[in-house]
Structure formats: C-alpha cells, structure tokens
C-alpha cells in the first residue's frame, strides 16, 4: 500500500458474486456524464476518479461511448498501479460495446481498443451497452442524418454480437459479459441461444424506478444487478435539454420521507437512496466530481435500513412512470426494432 497514507482495505465491504467466481464491489464509481457534454473536463475527471480511489472504490464503470477511458485508465496506471498502491487485480474495471459497434465483426476491435485507452489486458466486465445498434460513420458516437434523426442500424442481431462477446471471454480479454438497457425479452433471448450466460444487467434503477420484476427475472436466471442513476440522475436533464428536449426530473434527493429515514439515522439523503439498492443485493454506480460527495456515497455500509424503513422507501416506487432515462436524447431511437421500451 502506499507510503505514509492510509488507504480503506474495504471501504466497500459488499460484493456480488459473478457466476464465474469474480467479486464485484456492490458499490461502484459512476463516471457518465462525467466527461460526456463537457460535464467534467479531463482534468477533473482525472482528480475525481483519483478521489474515489483513495476513498476506497475500487469498481470503476464507464464505456467507449463516455469518451473517458484514456482519463481513466491514465490515473490508474500512473497514480495507483506504477505508484504500487493498488494491483491491477483489486480493481473491478467494467466499460461497455457503444451502439456503432453492435455488430459481431466490430466486438473484438472495439474491446482491444477500449483496453489500450484503459491500459490494461483485460476488463472485469464487459456490457453490451443497449439494445439498438447505430450505423458505424468514422469516430462518431451518434451520426445524425439529414433530418436530424441518428443513423439507426435495422439489421441488429443480439444473438450474433453474444457469440463475439463470448469470444471475447475465451480469449482472456474479458472476464464476464453482459448487457445494459435490455428488456427482459431480450435478454431470455441471450439465455437460449448462449454458451456463456450474461453476468450483469445493468438499468437505470432508484427508488421511483425499483425495476422489481426486471431484478426477480436477473435474479431467477443468475444475472446480477447494477443500478446506473442510483440519485435519479440530477445533472442529465442537460444532456436532454442539448437536443431541445425540455425535461424536468424529480429531486429524489430531497423526497420528503427520504430525507425523514436519513434525518433520523444521522445520513444523507443520497446515503439513503444507496443504501437501498445494496441492501437489496443490487450494485450501485453513483457518479460525482465532488470529492465530498465521491467520500459520502461509498459510506453505505456502517449502517442498515430497518425493515419498517425497507417498507416505506419501496412503496415510492413509480413502475416504469419512475424512468427518467429513456434514451430520447437519441433522437429517433425509439424507431429502433430492439428499441426496449
Ligand atoms: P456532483 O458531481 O456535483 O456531486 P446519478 O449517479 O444518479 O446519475 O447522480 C449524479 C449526479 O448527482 C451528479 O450531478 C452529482 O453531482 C450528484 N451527486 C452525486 N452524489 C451526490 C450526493 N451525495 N448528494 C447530492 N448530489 C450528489
């Protein structure tokens, strides 16, 4: 460890267990929209993710599609493995297959390129990142055509980019695969036309949005659970908001009865909401730049929500009225076929 500065061993001391052994620290740092829409320069996503490290994450999320594995990958290597404070073998790396590149061919190439931005041999986990595939047009991340719609690609074939995913796992550069953003009919679909059977969903998950039939399907067939915007999200209205879309999300974060439970167990409200999702056995990515913030949302396993507490932050459930994300900010997505909502 490191010289003259203590470090947590275990700030987080929760893991789910992958089915291929591997231990994925139940809480994880979110870097979405930390670099992406000029949210957070490189700079300071590199002083954030060098923050989260020293506060204890040692999960760390992102995808090609967030433009931010270079930043990351650069604090890893220099600040924390160089520097022998952490081995790259305590760390759990996931990032994820962007839509240009849903198709088998360009599984491998993407992956080997997102491990050299990353500077490693190999990520924990690797998700498919959604559903819908868009047409491939140099480096961009979503070519929009004449009518402002993106370039959706029709001929998507899930069963196809598993079998490259899979792949990917025989050849050591993957350890676990998985998907984000697929409905639950499309990931029965995985199951009966795969070798090696996902490891992960990842959704958009918090306590408007429990995904309760989503999670007890994952959990009947082996798939472990992360919540992305585990705080609702506060900060994506802009991304919406950058392609005329007007929306307004609710402030989970100031839920009245929230913020009665964190009131009553000295906690924030953000504590809470965290706790929640873990308690229930799902991994949670929140994402800060702020390093008071970075600190705070990994302190969720000192304390535990009573079952009358458990009770009255499930009943503020939504259903799918809860979702926030509903990835319009694609605009035309929805005409996607494997469009999942
Ligand atoms: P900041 O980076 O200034 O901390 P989510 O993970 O649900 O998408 O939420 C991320 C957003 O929530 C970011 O805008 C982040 O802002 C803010 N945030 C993160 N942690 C907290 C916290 N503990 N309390 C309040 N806001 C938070």
């Not at 819908?132 to 055509?145: T, Y």
């Not at 459930?317 to 076929?337: A, C, Q, S, T, Y």
Request: overall charge negative; hydrophobic content about 40%; proline content about 6%.
């Amino acid at each position: 460890m490191g010289i003259g500065i203590r470090y947590p061993d275990m700030a987080c001391p929760a893991f789910a267990t992958l089915p291929n052994g591997a231990q994925m620290p139940l809480l994880g740092y979110g870097t979405w929209q930390a670099n992406f829409c000029v949210q957070a320069g490189a700079e300071e996503l590199e002083a954030a993710v060098d923050a989260a490290l020293r506060c204890g994450y040692r999960h760390i999320d992102t995808a090609a599609f967030y433009l931010n594995e270079p930043s990351i990958g650069k604090v890893i290597q220099e600040k924390w493995i160089d520097t022998g404070k952490v081995r790259r073998e305590d760390l759990f790396l996931v990032t994820k297959l962007p839509p240009t590149r849903l198709r088998a061919p360009a599984v491998r190439p993407t992956l080997q390129r997102s491990l050299r931005d990353l500077r490693t041999d190999y990520v924990d986990l690797y998700l498919v990142h959604a559903p819908f595939g868009i047409l491939e047009r140099g480096d961009e991340l979503l070519p929009v055509g004449e009518d402002g719609n993106v370039l959706l690609d029709m001929e998507t074939d899930h069963v196809a980019v598993w079998k490259a995913m899979e792949e990917e796992v025989d050849a050591g550069r993957a350890k676990a695969i998985g998907i984000s953003n697929f409905n639950q009919r499309q990931i029965q679909r995985i199951l009966d036309n795969c070798r090696i059977r996902p490891a992960n969903l990842q959704v958009e998950l918090h306590v408007y949005l429990q995904q309760r039939p989503l999670v007890e399907f994952c959990q009947q067939n082996g798939i472990t659970v992360t919540a992305y915007s585990p705080l609702g999200s506060p900060g994506s209205e802009k991304i919406y908001n950058s392609v005329g879309i007007e929306v307004t999300f609710p402030d989970l974060i100031s839920n009245p009865v929230v913020k009665e439970i964190a009131s009553a167990l000295n906690k924030t409200t953000a504590q809470v909401l965290l706790r929640h999702i873990v308690q229930r056995g799902i991994a949670a990515i929140p994402k800060s730049t702020n390093e008071r913030r970075i600190a705070q949302n990994i302190q969720v396993f000192d304390f535990e929500l009573s079952a009358e507490d458990m009770v009255k932050l499930d009943a503020l459930d939504r259903g799918d009225e809860g979702r926030l994300i509903d990835m319009k900010f694609v605009v035309g997505v929805e005409n996607h076929p494997e469009y999942a909502w």
